[in-house]
């Protein structure tokens, strides 16, 4: 446990670095933006080294993020699936909904059938 928690803290300073690298690379695009509109030149496009430092932030994000998760499962979940049994294996409980329109066509049924029985009780009693 301590291996991957060890592993994990060196990803998340990646990552850390790379959203600064991010957050820079935004403030100097607007610097430069400011700087056109100062100068009164016609914006063409961001400079490169604007651009390569946004790429190589990104890259050190995903980097990080890579190195942060920790250990992998395996692709195969036959270990973990051999200690349950098959009726729990297909159980997804959270797709169970009680509230539906079930209820509705049933509560409609209903009504037409009490007001079928009503009336066919008062023709009977005319």
């Known amino acids: 446990m301590q291996a991957v928690t060890m592993s994990i ?11 600064a690298g991010l957050a820079h690379t935004a403030f100097s695009v607007i610097q ?4 056109l ?12 080294d604007i651009t390569l ?3 190589l932030s990104l890259l050190l994000c995903c980097y990080g993020v890579v190195k942060s998760t920790g250990r992998f499962n ?19 409980s959270s797709f169970h909904i009680f509230r539906h329109r079930g209820q509705v066509l049933h509560s409609q049924q209903a009504s037409e059938v009490l007001t079928l029985n009503s009336q066919t009780e008062q023709s009977e009693i005319s």
């Not at 430069?32 to 700087?35: G, K, L």
């Open 74 to 92: 395996e692709i195969h979940a036959t270990a973990q699936l051999a200690k349950r049994s098959f009726d729990s294996i297909s159980n997804r």
């Open 9 to 19: 803290i060196p990803g998340r300073m990646l990552i850390l670095l790379g959203l």
């Open 32 to 35: 430069h933006r400011t700087y």
């Open 53 to 55: 430092q946004c790429v």
């Open 37 to 48: 509109k100062i100068t009164e030149q016609e914006f063409t496009a961001i400079p490169q």
